[in-house]
């Protein structure tokens, strides 16, 4: 069934979740499109070094000596899961703190947990290379990138043609 626009839209000014994910038997719900994931992948992709086309037989030599570098693709990989608003939680946990032997005492604790640090490892640790790519290109599709496309260029094109002071005063 395909979805209208409003619908899309009510979706994601009500953040639901578009879809999810089952990785190792734990499930993650997919955070719909939204600017600000689209910005941090953006940062993170920016970071990749470039990698040149290579022959066929030299393919392994070209993975074995940039592998290091790709790091980040298991953070792109979980945000492009959890969404830019979900890459922490706050937990309340229960501490109990000893005194001299004797004397114990409880009291809570706000952790804030870095989820998109333990996803992304886990990702990289225990995913297989084809099932990352075909996340991240699935959620691209998914991320609206034309929308978005749109409407950064049509800003900046209405930014060129918006006429500056000095022509004003010039004129």
Known sequence: MEQ????????AILEKAIDSIEIEGKTYDIAPPSVATLILISELVSTLPVVE????????YSVLHN???FAALGDICAILILGAKNLT???EEVEEQTFLHFFK???KVVKTIDRKAELAR????NMRPTTI???IVKRLQDMEVGDFFAITTSLSEANI???TKEEVEKS
């Not at 209208?4 to 979706?11: L, M, P, Y």
């Not at 086309?53 to 392994?60: A, D, G, H, I, L």
């Not at 886990?122 to 640790?125: G, Q, R």
């Open 161 to 163: 043609l918006k006429p």
């Open 89 to 91: 939680e706050q937990r």
């Open 53 to 60: 086309r290579v022959p066929k037989e030299q393919v392994v």
């Open 133 to 135: 790519f075909n996340i």
């Open 122 to 125: 886990y990702i990289l640790e």
């Open 4 to 11: 209208t626009i409003e619908s899309r839209v009510a979706t």
């Open 67 to 69: 592998a290091k570098d």
């Open 105 to 107: 005492r409880k009291r």
